[in-house]
Nanobody, 125 residues
C-alpha cells in the first residue's frame, strides 16, 4: 500500500506561482497513475489534473489548462503540480491521489484508491 504526502502549499498573491509535491512511500509510484484534486470550503472535491505512469499522457481540467502542469519523477517517487498565474478561485486544499491502473488517466475521485492528507493553497492579496 502506498502512502502519499503533499507539500508546498501556502499563501500566494494573485498571478503568482507555487509548486506542490506529492511524495510516496511504501510502494513505488511506477504502479500508479496519479492525479491532483482540490476542495474549496463549502464545495465538492474537484478534479484538477492527472498523469499516467509513463508521464506521456496527461489530462487537465478546463479551469487550469495553460496554467497548471503535472509531472512526475519516478526515480524520486514524487509527483509535482506546477501552478502559475494563480487566481483567488484556485484557493483550496489540494490532494494528490494514486490509481492502480497505471496506463490511463481518470477524473473521478472514486477511481483513485489512495489519497494524501492535502495541502492548503490560498491565493489572496
Amino acid at each position: 500500500q502506498v502512502q502519499l504526502k503533499e507539500s508546498g502549499g501556502g499563501l500566494v498573491q494573485p498571478g503568482g506561482s507555487l509548486r506542490l509535491s506529492c511524495a510516496a512511500s511504501g510502494h513505488t509510484l511506477t504502479s500508479y497513475s496519479m492525479g491532483w484534486f482540490r476542495q474549496a470550503p463549502g464545495k465538492a472535491r474537484e478534479f484538477v489534473i492527472a498523469i499516467t505512469r509513463s508521464g506521456r499522457s496527461t489530462y487537465y481540467a478546463d479551469s487550469v489548462k495553460g496554467r497548471f502542469t503535472i509531472s512526475r519523477d519516478n526515480a524520486k517517487n514524487t509527483v509535482y503540480l506546477e501552478m502559475n498565474s494563480l487566481k483567488p478561485e484556485d484557493t483550496a486544499v489540494y490532494y494528490c491521489a494514486a490509481r492502480l491502473d497505471p496506463y490511463t488517466t481518470a477524473t473521478m475521485s472514486f477511481e483513485y484508491e489512495y489519497w494524501g492528507q492535502g495541502t492548503q493553497v490560498t491565493v489572496s492579496s
